[in-house]
């Protein structure tokens, strides 16, 4: 189960895990940093600082990734997109395709 923690938390998915309430082992909630690039530059934030060595991942490696972990990410009931400014992404539709494909419980509004 780490090794699948980690690969996620390396690719940019960070699952949202309070302490006690939700176990690592299960967790319902995703928040998913689809991109380091912004357009924006507030203050309090610090992810545009760093966006011009920012690298997306491939529609291909998420899918990838996706898929092999595909058993973990079924228990996700609610995803979150951040980033940057994931409507950045042109390919933004096939990610979420991706993405939902692997978390049957995930309903987009």
């Known amino acids: ?9 390396q690719a940019g998915l960070a699952p949202l895990v309070y302490r006690g309430v939700i ?3 299960r967790p319902g909630i995703l928040v998913w940093a689809i991109t380091d690039h912004c357009n924006s ?3 309090m934030c ?5 966006n011009e060595n920012a690298k ?8 990838g990734m996706f898929h092999r972990n595909r058993e973990f990410l079924s228990k996700i009931y609610y995803l979150s997109l951040t980033g940057g400014e994931p409507l ?12 939902l494909s692997e978390m049957p419980n995930v309903k987009p509004l």
Request: charged share 30%; with cysteine.
């Open 41 to 43: 530059r507030c203050q």
């Open 56 to 63: 997306d991942l491939s529609v291909s490696e998420i899918q």
């Open 23 to 25: 176990p690592v082992e």
């Open 88 to 99: 950045l992404r042109s390919d933004l539709p096939r990610l979420l395709d991706a993405a």
């Open 46 to 50: 610090f992810v545009w600082k760093n």
């Open 1 to 9: 189960m780490q090794h699948k923690l980690i690969e996620i938390f």
